[in-house]
DNA sequence: GATCCCTTGTTGACAGTGTCAACCTAGGGA
DNA sequence: TCCCTAGGTTGACACTGTCAACAAGGGATC
């Protein structure tokens, strides 16, 4: 199977953010890896922020296909969204710096394909979301609004982990017991539906 | 009042991160605008990170004391959690490529000092969210993975708006609506213990 | 077949960067 | 008086992103 360069370069790319990061990330050694002189991605990418975010939306459409798949899935809503999460959680354990590429770069130039993919990879983790309402499993408001909270909170959840301030020290839950304890409080919450028995606390 | 060229080039650096943002930081830039040589830089700090980190290090303090203040207020708890956030996101708004830097930056190394300011920082906002709990304004389980939660959310929700992916197109809510339903939603636990009816109306 | 042009690639240059090494210079003990 | 140290300087180096100019090659068109 042969790759096109651009490929290769994304590839190599990519390969270079697991390695070392951002900073290792530069055009020409892309290029050296790739075989290829040191201006040869500019035949395919406009700077280096476009190589870049051309990473982000290949694996931003990778997330978006697993959401998809997830929540085409038989074993319910509930198991659909914890293992949505968990591959969120997991991509960015295996791939810290292309993780905060995706959602936390910066000095990303805004390119008009990495938008459209951050928002399909976005919706469709919405789609879960309100399976999960319609299943009784998460509280029913507005699904999008509940959706940017989760997601929110897993991401501040995991983009505090990556940072590594107060690195594991007791000052930051693991990025799993602060997604579970938010499930955990999701599912207690008094809905305003008639699903749930709302149990008006009466206080002091 | 004089300020020493060690505090001048962190208040560079500080100046040249809010007006363009992380790349905007270069040594020589810095050691330019206060007015000395472009190696006058390495008498004070061992590199480039060691410099950024400074600055961090500043405003973690600031933020420290702010959060500090408010917990020794008089207007309630739930009021103190509120204008702690609030601090958060207003700091995040005037000050994204700075607040970026306190928790979000990979290629930091990591300094000493820097995970001590950030752990005190997370300290103080601890003891709010503690204070909400025997106040019956959250719901009294762990205050540590509590507080982890929220901060999670909030600085989810931050980061999320300034990476700006789906700019604020239909995709995410504002931050201030997705922290103030987590606060709703958090009020509405049904929690083990006594409970108390707290109505902060936050405006638009 | 000859011509043209577009794509993909090349080499060469330039300014700007982080960082190292070497040098300078005041000022304060000994 | 001497010397050490903290703070600052100049000069160099390898490396970077990016621009400009040039070269091969293959379709499309005549």
Redesign the pocket.
């Known amino acids: 199977m042969t790759e096109t ?1 651009k490929e290769q370069l994304v590839s190599a790319a990519a390969q270079l953010l697991d390695s070392g990061g951002q900073g290792a ?5 892309v ?1 050296r890896r790739v075989g ?5 991605p ?3 990418f406009r ?3 476009a190589l870049l975010s051309a990473v982000a939306e290949r694996d931003l459409e990778q997330l978006r296909r697993e959401f998809e798949s997830l929540a085409g899935e038989g074993s319910g809503a509930a198991e659909a969204l914890r293992q949505s999460a968990g591959a969120l959680i997991a991509y960015a354990r295996e791939h810290p710096a292309r993780y905060r590429l995706l959602f936390s770069d910066p000095d990303l130039t805004p390119q008009p394909g990495l938008g459209d993919a951050a928002l399909a990879a976005f919706e469709a983790f919405t789609r879960i979301v309100s399976w999960c309402q319609r299943e009784g499993v998460l509280p029913s408001i507005d699904a999008v609004s509940l959706t940017g909270l989760i997601y929110a909170a897993i991401h501040g959840a995991i983009d505090l982990q990556l940072g590594g301030r107060a690195s594991d020290a007791k000052g930051l839950a693991s990025i799993d017991a602060t997604v579970a304890l938010l499930f955990d409080l999701l599912r207690t919450v008094e809905t305003p539906g008639p699903r749930r028995r709302t149990q008006t606390g009466r206080g002091e």
């Open positions: 360069t990330v530069t055009l020409r050694a290029a290829v002189s040191h201006n040869a500019y035949r395919h700077d280096r922020s």
